[in-house]
């Protein structure tokens, strides 16, 4: 057989190299590039040299028609329902979600709170800590109240240990592993927390979860750019990929579904980081708007939709004379392609000049929106501060914004309206086109035939000649 040469993977996005340089060509990523034992050979040539395989003669196995078998997966709800509306009503058996978030943001918190849940509903819970020392989880669920809850809790890193352990009585529900870097196998030769590694652990585990029908969650750590750091190839493998958001000025965090195979993608789950670990927040829109200036211009609250829920939240924009040669824009919380877009279409159909103004925009509380109808509220914030003129505090904003200026309907009104109303709003504006589809609204529903109508409105403040009313 041939000498094996070392191969060369990035320790970031897992590219392999033939030889080492600094800088990955995948990801960018400089040093981060590191020497790996080499997989075994794959078998190449004839398809009969292929059948044998590394280890000799193929096993054959038999095909199955696709009618027959489970026909729903089977799920385990947690009972904390922001957690099982992104798992899409609760851990699927078998199935392998990775959980990524910043270090320090609430990921053993939220599984500890779920195990919890899952023990005290009868269900065997397993949580496995690379990072912690028992003590200093039992310290953990002490504080969440929760240190009578059946969870099993053992701090192992080597995954066959792990694998026996679990192999042993009866197979448990769910299994934690807190984190999937911190795990090692013994079938790859390379260093703990290299990509061969994680890659290797996961594997193993994966395969048992698959074979025992336990769900499994792996906790993975994520960089600076928000990528989950080395499983990366992990989340290829997974069935579910979810991330844990939030910054560190608020308190509450968002989980998101970034990938799922069982379930909805759309969906958030909203909780706030109390002393006594994570609370449910039901009614997120009244959280985002605490502490809104409604008096100041730059401020238009967008009624916006995540997954099947409405959800209010306010856009802040300011936009001021520059002193620079090329003006700043900057975003946070939304896209800022998005934003250049707005900005572009603004200045080509609605006459206005930006081109000497520094353009921020925010969408407050830290949420990152993505939905294109939030067009229309960051426009309003945008043209209410260049104008000066404050929106009227009682009016919520949606709509797509076309490259020609045309104002384009939004989904689901009816249910962005009934949250408006919920929340004490008196009136929406959204693209004239669409509103015949809210029916009768809960608010008086307003239309913009285009952005000249949206800006026109804006500029006349409150008088309003020329958005019509329902
Ligand atoms: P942790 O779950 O350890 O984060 P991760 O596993 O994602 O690294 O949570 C750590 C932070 O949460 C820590 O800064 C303290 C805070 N925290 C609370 O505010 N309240 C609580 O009840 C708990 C358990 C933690
Ligand atoms: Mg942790």
């Not at 958001?245 to 965090?253: M, P, S």
Request: glycine share 14%; with cysteine.
């Amino acid at each position: 057989m041939a000498r094996r040469a070392p191969t060369y993977a990035c320790q970031s996005c897992g590219a392999v190299y033939g030889r080492w340089q600094g800088r990955c060509d995948a990801c960018g990523g400089w040093n981060t590039i590191a020497e790996e034992a080499s997989a075994p050979p794959m078998p190449g040539g004839s398809a009969a040299q292929v059948a044998r395989g590394p280890r000799g003669k193929g096993r054959i196995f038999p095909l199955e028609g696709l009618t027959g078998g489970e026909a729903e997966a089977p799920r385990v709800a947690s009972g904390i329902a922001e957690l099982d509306r992104v798992t899409g009503g609760g851990f699927v058996k078998g199935s392998v979600i990775l959980l990524g978030g910043d270090p320090g943001i609430g990921k053993s918190t939220l599984l500890m709170q779920a195990c919890a849940a899952l023990g005290g509903r009868g269900h065997r819970v397993v949580y496995i800590s690379g990072e912690e020392a028992t003590g200093q989880v039992r310290l953990r669920a002490e504080r969440l109240g929760l240190s009578q809850a059946p969870v099993e809790l053992a701090a192992e890193t080597s995954v066959e240990d792990i694998i026996a352990t679990l192999s042993h009585g009866a197979p448990p529900r769910l299994v934690v592993i807190d984190s999937i870097q911190t795990m090692w196998t013994e079938a790859v030769e390379a260093a703990p927390g290299t990509v061969t590694q994680v890659r290797g652990s996961a594997q193993a585990l994966i395969r048992y979860a698959k074979t025992s029908g336990a769900a499994l969650i792996l906790v993975g750590h994520v960089t600076k750019d928000g990528q989950i750091a080395g499983p990366r190839v992990v989340e290829h493998m997974v069935d579910a990929v979810a991330s844990f958001e939030g910054d560190g000025a608020h308190h509450f965090r968002i989980l998101r579904a970034v990938k799922n195979r069982f379930g909805p993608t759309d969906e958030i789950g909203v909780f706030e980081m109390t002393g006594m670990g994570l609370a449910e927040v039901a009614n997120p829109s009244a959280l985002f708007l605490q502490g809104r200036d409604t008096a100041s211009p730059g401020t238009a609250v967008f009624a916006g939709m995540e997954g099947t829920r409405p959800l209010l939240v306010e856009f802040q924009a300011l936009v001021a004379p520059t002193s620079l040669g090329t003006p700043r824009r900057a975003v946070v919380g939304w896209e800022p392609s998005r934003l250049s877009m707005v900005i572009a279409v603004l200045e080509a159909h609605a006459g206005l000049k930006l081109g000497q103004h520094d353009v921020y925009l925010n969408v407050a509380g830290g949420l990152r929106i993505t939905e294109p109808a939030a067009d229309m509220a960051a426009a309003a914030a945008l043209i209410s501060s260049l104008a000066g003129t404050p929106l009227p505090p009682d009016r919520v904003y949606m709509g797509e914004i076309g490259l020609t200026g045309a104002l384009r309907p939004v989904s689901q009104t009816a249910a962005r309206l009934k949250e408006a109303a919920k929340l004490g709003f008196a009136s929406a504006l959204a693209p004239k086109a669409g509103r015949e589809a809210a029916g009768s609204p809960p608010i008086r529903l307003e239309g913009a035939a285009d952005l000249a109508d949206l800006v026109a409105g804006i500029a006349a403040g409150h008088r309003k000649p020329r958005v019509q009313g329902a």
